[in-house]
């Protein structure tokens, strides 16, 4: 009998919050617009990379990005944005925010994209943990600035997404929550990058800045 009563609490709270953001949405599609259209086209832009430079062999689903705790996030800031827009309808409605977001959106696809196509082959979704005959040390393009281009891409794009529905909960949970990741990450990467390519890469590091803001 409480469990019946929990789920349908529940039902009426997603239908509630559904209401919310379709009302959201009529009020202000700009804003939902942009955000769909963002995610559209990250996730369409990395399967068809990895396709071109790997082909249809190694690519699977998972090239699409889609992981549990990124599905999270999306729904975390959907969900701000919906009851923000209900109980403080004004705080959406700056849209100059909005195009501060689209300009992060947009820098931090072509920060990303650059990463990718500077290193083809050598970009791969997942870390590589043995060296493989053909990955090579690349160091040219946009690598000569940024050891990490594609995380510092996604890093801005993932806050962007925040800026441009203006969810300041959000904004602040992201930027956290994606720093940590990367930072932890970088140090995995690079644990094996070091194994890889061993001085080339000392010298590298030793030279060119990661890109993530306080990672060395
Ligand atoms: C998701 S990609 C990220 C690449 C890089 N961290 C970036 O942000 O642009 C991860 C793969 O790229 C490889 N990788 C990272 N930096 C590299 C570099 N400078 N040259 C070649 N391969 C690299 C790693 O070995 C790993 O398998």
Request: proline letters at 3%.
């Amino acid at each position: 009998m409480m469990k019946t009563v929990n789920a349908c609490f529940l039902y009426d709270q997603i239908s509630a919050s559904f209401d919310k953001l379709l009302a959201m949405a009529i009020a202000h599609p700009a804003q939902l617009i942009c955000f769909f259209a963002a995610l559209f086209f990250f996730h369409a832009s990395e399967f068809l990379l990895a396709l071109f430079f790997h082909g249809p062999s190694k690519v699977s689903s998972s090239s699409l990005l889609f992981s549990k705790q990124y599905l999270f996030a999306m729904v975390c800031g959907l969900l701000e944005y919906s009851i923000e827009g209900t109980f403080v309808p004004e705080l959406k409605s700056n849209m100059q925010i909005s195009y501060i977001g689209v300009a992060l959106v947009i820098t931090g696809e072509a920060v990303r994209k650059a990463a990718i196509l500077t290193a083809r082959q050598n970009f791969t979704h997942d870390i590589k943990i043995f060296h493989r005959e053909n990955h090579e040390l690349v160091t040219r393009g946009i690598y000569r600035f940024f050891r990490h281009p594609s995380y510092l891409g996604f890093f801005l794009w993932s806050i962007g997404t925040q800026v441009l529905l203006i969810n300041p909960l959000c904004i602040v949970g992201y930027t956290l929550v994606t720093w940590r990741y990367f930072s932890q990450r970088i140090l995995y990467e690079e644990f094996f990058l070091r194994q890889f390519f061993g001085r080339q890469y000392t010298e590298y590091a030793n030279r060119v800045s990661s890109g993530i803001p306080f990672v060395k």
